[in-house]
């Protein structure tokens, strides 16, 4: 009997043992689970059940960085993704960023959704819509039909970069930005056939629109107060993904700057593409999020 119970005893600790390191070992997201936050984020507001969303107690959502209730804004009338999307996933920080455009009763919107994963529930969703070239500046959102190859183009283990390696590559961007002239005023380092994409035109690269082919030497104005925040860094696709505010430089309204979330394609020490969302905001607007926007070098 003393035997029996005792038993009982072990056999209850090692099943109540192997529970806790399963539950531990679940509470990690890695690319395919993080990935499938982004589709149940979409699914549900196509479906207009934000209910359905496993969230945390104090899960927040802003969108074009106003705190709203989840389900209002671009939830009210979305009907269906159209198949342009791109996933960054930064699994050692349980983040995504993703390029997506949507269906809104029948129009094409441009969505930014950025989302943090705390214990497999969703504590942040952050996203900006841009509808019209008035709101984006640019706006060609018929070229954005699928994405393009290269962002999604897999690496080869020598290619890859260290997460701090990609994140100061990136950095190049918004420092040629404040310094203006061109890129090549901070050296940045861009593959010869680099290409960037904002809001679905070609303005730097192959067919560019004006001839601008060369990133790195075509003419670009100075950005003095610009500020970025590193939201994503997928280690895996060797993209890091940065939200920037370019300030008011007087070329997007009185009183206006343009807020971009720009992807960048980094691997074996150069950036070989550009591709971002923009959308344009009162300058100044903060994120609605405690992320710190750094004063670009």
């Keep these: 009997m003393k035997r029996s119970f005792i038993a009982g005893l072990m056999l209850l600790a090692i099943v109540v043992s192997g529970t806790s390191v399963r539950s531990q070992g679940g509470a990690g997201c890695d690319r395919e689970c993080l ?7 979409l699914t549900a507001m196509v479906a207009h059940t934000p209910a359905s969303l496993p969230t ?6 802003t969108e074009n960085t106003q705190t709203m209730k989840l389900g209002e804004g671009l939830w009210k009338n979305a009907s269906g993704i159209r198949p342009y999307r791109q ?19 029948g129009t094409p919107v441009m969505l930014v959704l950025r989302l ?24 060609n959102i018929t070229a954005l039909q699928t994405p393009r190859p290269t962002m999604g183009m897999p690496l080869q283990p020598s290619q890859r970069m260290s997460r701090s390696e990609m994140i100061r590559i990136a950095e190049f961007y918004p420092a040629g930005l404040r310094v203006g002239g061109s890129f090549d005023a901070v050296k940045a380092p861009f593959a010869p ?26 003419s670009i104005i100075a950005h003095p107060d610009v500020t970025y925040n590193v939201q994503a860094v997928d280690e895996e696709m060797g993209v890091a993904v940065v939200r920037m505010d370019f300030g008011d430089t007087g070329r997007y309204g009185a009183g206006n700057a343009l807020v971009v979330v720009e992807a960048f394609k980094i691997y074996s020490g150069e950036i070989h593409a550009v591709e971002a969302f923009m959308r344009v905001l009162k300058s100044g607007t903060p994120s609605g999020w405690n992320y710190e926007m750094k004063k670009a070098r």
């Design 56 to 61: 945390t107690p104090n899960a927040r959502f």
């Design 116 to 139: 943090k994963i705390d214990s497999r529930k969703i504590s942040e969703m952050e996203t900006m819509v841009t509808r019209t070239q008035t709101e984006g500046a640019i706006f």
């Design 193 to 218: 056939d680099a290409y960037r994409v904002e809001n679905g035109t070609v303005t730097a690269g192959p067919g560019a629109r004006g001839g601008s082919e060369n990133i790195r030497t075509q």
């Design 87 to 105: 996933d960054f996933i930064d699994v050692a920080q349980s983040t995504t960023v993703s390029h997506v455009i949507v269906d809104e009763g």
């Design 35 to 41: 990935r499938g936050f982004v589709t149940q984020y």
